[in-house]
């Protein structure tokens, strides 16, 4: 199976600046078959980001996907309070679909 | 608007066999794949499988021979069945439909989410 590998593991920053997470996969994900998901505490996760650079209805456009192959990355650009939450890449390129372990974003 | 509820037991006993069920509300129900999540606390999400509208399923390859996933058209409701439950089957289970981009599924609608705890 696919292994997805976020990184880093926590990022702290305050309101205002920008975020970069990464998602690199043990094998290339040929189609950007690519999504991203935010999920908040006891809460159901929320897709962001689907074809690796796709945003969903409603995701604001400070949210943003690029990446081929086996690196991806989301990019938050002007946090705003209600975007520190758990991140989580998927791939849907080959069964079975997998995800990474997560990015904590949090406030500084 | 899309909505799907689930629903099902939330304490088991090991050995047990899991059930739960999402019913989803608006949208269609046969353009999509309809699929089980888990997520262990505070940890990750895991894919368990999925189903179709003609029944068709997809399963993870490390809980297929204890998973049946089924779906009833009639009433626009999945269903998930893991068998022989044990601790680590513990985990938060969300239902969400898998919306299909040429190859495969990423998800954009999803249930509230059932905690299951499976403790003797």
């Known amino acids: 199976e696919i292994v997805l590998t976020q990184s880093p593991g926590t990022l702290s920053l305050s309101p205002g600046e920008r975020a970069s997470l990464s998602c690199r996969a043990s094998?290339?994900?040929?189609?950007?078959?690519f999504a991203w998901y935010q999920q908040k505490a006891g809460q159901a996760p929320r897709l962001l980001i689907s074809?690796?650079?796709s945003r969903a209805t409603g995701i604001p456009d400070r949210f943003s996907g690029s990446g081929s192959g086996t690196d991806f990355a989301l990019t938050i650009t002007r946090l705003d309070p209600e975007d520190f939450a758990v991140y989580y890449c998927?791939?849907?390129?080959?069964?079975?679909?997998?995800f990474g372990q997560g990015t904590t974003l949090e406030i500084k | 608007q899309v909505q799907l509820q689930q629903w099902g037991a939330g304490l088991l006993k090991p050995a047990e066999t899991l059930s739960l069920t999402c019913a989803v509300y608006?949208?269609?129900?046969?353009?999509?794949?309809w699929t089980w999540i888990r997520q262990p606390p505070g940890k990750g999400l895991t894919w368990i499988g999925d189903?179709?509208?003609?029944?068709?399923?997809h399963y993870s390859p490390s809980l297929k021979d204890r998973l049946t996933i089924s779906i009833d058209m009639s009433k626009k409701q999945f269903s998930l069945n893991l068998s022989s439950v044990t601790a680590a089957d513990t985990a938060v289970y969300y239902c969400?439909?898998?919306?299909?981009?040429?190859?495969?599924?990423?998800?954009?609608?999803w249930g509230q989410g059932n905690l299951v705890t499976v403790s003797s």
């Open positions: 189903i179709n509208h003609g029944g068709r399923t």
């Open positions: 608006g949208g269609s129900f046969s353009a999509y794949y």
């Open positions: 094998q290339d994900i040929s189609g950007n078959y």
């Open positions: 074809g690796a650079s």
């Open positions: 998927q791939q849907y390129g080959d069964f079975p679909y997998t």
């Open positions: 969400a439909r898998g919306r299909t981009d040429t190859r495969g599924d990423y998800f954009d609608y």
